[in-house]
Structures are given as C-alpha cells and as structure tokens.
C-alpha cells in the first residue's frame, strides 16, 4: 500500500468509500464526484500505478476486472441500455489518481465522441 494514494487509504479503510464489490483482489466504491447516476471505480488492492506499469502475468486482473464491471453494470439495472467503461493513463490521458482504476458509466446516454 502507499500512503500517499487516495485509493490504497479508501482500501485500507483509513478514508471512507461507498463500496459497492469487495473481494480479495479488486473493490469497487461509488465515485465521489459523479458524471452520471452509476459511476462506479473498480480498483485493484494491489497498488499498480497505471496501465503503463502493468506486467504480462497482471493480465488477467484487468479481465476480471471487465468482467466484474460487467455484474455490476448488471445489479445497477443498466446492462441492457449500455454503459461505458473507461481507464485513464497518465496526464493527457486524464488520469488524476495514479492507482490503476476502471470507471463504470451509465445511466444517461453518453456522448457518442469520446475525448
Ligand atoms: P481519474 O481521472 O484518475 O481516471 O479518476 C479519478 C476519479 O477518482 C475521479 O472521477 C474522482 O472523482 C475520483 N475520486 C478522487 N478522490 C476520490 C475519493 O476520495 N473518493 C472517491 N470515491 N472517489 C474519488
Ligand atoms: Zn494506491
């Protein structure tokens, strides 16, 4: 865990978070500044910075991790009309928190241009 991330601390129980999944590899929390009515991050325990330093073997937790997305678009009740998921990396790319995370999207019809 690193002290200093936000995420590793909402892990550890150190910042409160509306968890919505918890397993022994990934939790899923509600996000505090939301864009729509289901916006969900799905975040691994382990503290990997970014897709930038994802290793080969790390492969399938990001499988999981879409899929896990998938059950819980599914329990949000927004499965059928879609939904949108999103994994920032680096600065251009809009990552704010550098602790590997998928944003789960939906509820309202997004913009057909991503960007
Ligand atoms: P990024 O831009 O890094 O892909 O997304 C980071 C997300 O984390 C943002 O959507 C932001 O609202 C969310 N976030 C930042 N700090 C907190 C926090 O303390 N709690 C929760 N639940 N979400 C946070
Ligand atoms: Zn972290």
Same mark, same amino acid.
């Given at each position: 865990?690193?002290?200093?991330?936000?995420?590793?601390?909402?892990? &550890? *129980?150190?910042?409160? *978070?509306?968890?919505?999944?918890? +397993?022994?590899?990934?939790? &899923?929390?509600? +996000?505090?500044?939301?864009?729509?009515?289901? !916006?969900?991050?799905?975040?691994?325990? +382990?503290?990997?910075?970014?897709? =930038?330093?994802? @290793?080969?073997?790390?492969? #399938?937790?990001? *499988?999981?991790?879409?899929?896990?997305?998938?059950?819980?678009?599914? =329990?949000? /009740?927004?499965? #059928?009309?879609?939904?949108? @998921?999103?994994?920032?990396?680096?600065?251009? /790319? /809009? =990552?704010?928190?550098? !602790?590997?995370?998928? !944003?789960?999207? *939906? /509820?309202?019809? @997004?913009?057909?241009?991503?960007?």
């Amino acid at each position: 865990m690193s002290e200093s991330c936000v995420f590793c601390r909402i892990i &550890a *129980g150190e910042i409160p *978070g509306d968890f919505v999944h918890r +397993d022994e590899e990934i939790v &899923a929390f509600r +996000d505090i500044n939301p864009v729509a009515s289901t !916006h969900i991050l799905l975040v691994p325990r +382990d503290h990997i910075e970014s897709v =930038q330093s994802l @290793l080969p073997e790390q492969a #399938d937790l990001v *499988g999981r991790m879409v899929l896990r997305a998938r059950e819980l678009a599914e =329990q949000e /009740g927004i499965a #059928d009309r879609g939904y949108r @998921l999103v994994v920032n990396c680096g600065s251009e /790319g /809009g =990552q704010i928190v550098p !602790h590997l995370h998928m !944003h789960l999207i *939906g /509820g309202r019809k @997004l913009d057909d241009r991503i960007g």
